[in-house]
């Protein structure tokens, strides 16, 4: 069972590691309310990962409880943390941004939380893990649920997505709190499944925001008419430049335009010898201007 935590912690971290890289270069390029919340909240996770490999490797190969409770007091500080930012951030990704003076009851969360871990690690009482798990999922739930009911108040669609699928996930991992709950021992394995699961997420929202932005580019540079009769292209030489810049080929163009092969063999060559080209590719960023 040790091992398969392990594993987790790798995969998580791995996908941490790579959601983190994205975070930085969405966070240069994009000016939201909330991007400048997103590094810092996903290289204190990044930092839970490592935190909990190096537990699970202590447990497993070295033994030493001594670093074991290092390395536990240095992650319930880093979760310390992450109680107070992870709901002002959301607060400010649903546009309903917590006031200053709600940080006092965040903080408080968040000394409750250290205060229940360091007794637990002192005491190893099962009502003290039941509290911290319960304090914890509460603080986690109430930030899913501030996300549901301001969900059609965030404009942009990609963004409004990624939340839907993060409160889907989140539902779908309330078994796992449960056995987290029931079963103390599987309370960091927990961790590390909600965090990979949201890695993925994170991932995968970087993949789709990145991909729209290259899809805005590519509609920003198309071919238009006037473009191309700068060439001197007729209308119908313009016809076979756009089924070009779609991919097509040369057989699909003139099924396309009810002509035959060879008549579209000559329009690319008249329109190769007007624009000065040899290829496709340098047909089409000549004529976007590239």
Known sequence: MSYIVLIIYLASFATGAMALALAILYSATVKTKWSKYIVPLQAVLVG??????????????????????????????????????????????????????????????????????????IFKVASLQLGISILVGCLYFSCVASIWSNLKRIEDKLTRSFLLVFNIVSLSMIPVSILAIIFPEFEFSSYSLYYLAFSIIMVTYFFNYFSSVSKEHENSIAITFDKASSFKISEREFEVVKLVEGGQTNKEIAQALGISVNTVN????????????????????????L
């Open 48 to 121: 839970v990962m490592v935190l909990g490999l190096l537990m699970q490797y202590a447990r497993l190969f070295s033994g030493n409880m001594t670093l074991v409770l290092v390395v536990r007091g240095i992650l319930t500080g880093v979760l310390a943390y992450f109680i107070v930012v992870f709901p002002w951030a959301i607060s400010q990704l649903v546009s309903q941004p917590l006031k200053r003076w709600a940080l006092i009851p965040l903080v408080l969360v968040s000394a409750l939380y250290v205060a229940l871990t360091v007794l637990d690690m």
């Open 266 to 289: 000559n329009h690319l060559a008249n329109i190769f010898q007007k624009t000065g080209v040899r290829s496709r590719i340098d047909l089409l960023n000549k004529m976007r201007g």
